[in-house]
């Protein structure tokens, strides 16, 4: 099943836990850089970044790894199957 929206699927990996929002407005160049790399080396979720200072009305969503029950296989971003 694919996702029909970012939206969606940011949803679902939010109810999953797979997804943390910042809401906090954000420097591109040092800041998100350093909270990308802290969440990272913990093995964090991915992130969906609000607002940043140079594009405050535009979003930003940052995976990690892989994610379980995602695939990117089909070129889509899709849910898997559990198994």
């Known amino acids: 099943m694919s996702y029909k929206s970012l ?3 940011a949803n679902d ?3 999953t836990g797979q997804l943390i929002r910042i809401k906090e407005e954000l420097d591109p160049d040092l800041e998100v850089a350093e909270v990308h790399r802290r969440v990272y080396e913990n093995q ?3 992130l969906l970044l609000k607002k940043s200072k140079e594009a405050p009305s ?3 969503l940052i995976f990690m ?5 995602l695939s990117t296989s089909s070129g ?3 849910k898997t199957s559990p198994r």
């Open 7 to 9: 939206r969606e699927c």
């Open 65 to 69: 790894e892989p994610l379980k029950g």
């Open 58 to 60: 535009k979003q930003s």
């Open 76 to 78: 889509r971003l899709s």
């Open 13 to 15: 990996l939010e109810k």
């Open 44 to 46: 964090g979720p991915a």
